[in-house]
């Protein structure tokens, strides 16, 4: 009879602990929740864009860069194209002085897919020896401008870029 009692207890214990007090609110919502407004896809795509650029712009720098952020912001071949890149910098013992700039702009936006153009310019984005800070070549005289073509897409849970195609010199105007 004793283990009976105890039972009732520890079962009504839990169900008042289960029931809300007066005091506390109703966890159940009165009305569904409203939907919070996101940006448009075009925005989006073009944030993890320059997100992936100063994940790798800042690695670069580094002799052992860390890839984990990138995977943040881009995915497939993207994302093997500048890892690769940052890879053959470090087995040769360079890494980056400066960095680029970039003027992207969108040339086609579906829900879950966004084009975009860009004209890099990596003319202070300069190549240096890891040890001895020296460059490996000479500061440019002309301007370094290389068109970059970006497919960025939504995979359910972020924006990435899934598509990285980076142009020879000379092939934009800037």
Request: with cysteine.
């Amino acid at each position: 009879m004793r283990l009976h009692t105890t039972g009732v207890l520890l079962v009504g214990a839990l169900v008042v602990g289960c029931t809300p007090s007066e005091s506390e609110p109703d966890p159940r919502p009165s009305a569904p929740p409203e939907p919070t407004e996101q940006a448009p896809p075009e925005d989006l795509a073009l944030e993890a864009y320059t997100s992936m650029w100063d994940v790798l712009v800042e690695e670069a720098r580094k002799p052992e860069p860390d890839y984990s952020q990138l995977e943040l912001y881009a995915s497939g071949d993207a994302l093997a194209l500048v890892e690769h890149g940052l890879v053959a910098e470090g087995d040769e013992g360079v890494i980056a002085r400066g960095e680029p700039t970039f003027s992207p702009e969108v040339v086609s936006a579906e829900d879950t897919h966004v084009e975009i153009e860009d004209c890099m310019d990596s003319t202070s984005w300069l190549r240096e020896n890891a040890e001895s800070g020296e460059l490996v070549e000479p500061s440019p005289e002309t301007p370094v401008l290389r068109r970059v073509d970006a497919g960025v897409s939504f995979d359910g849970l972020s924006w990435r870029v899934s598509d990285l195609r980076i142009w020879e010199i000379g092939s934009c105007d800037g």
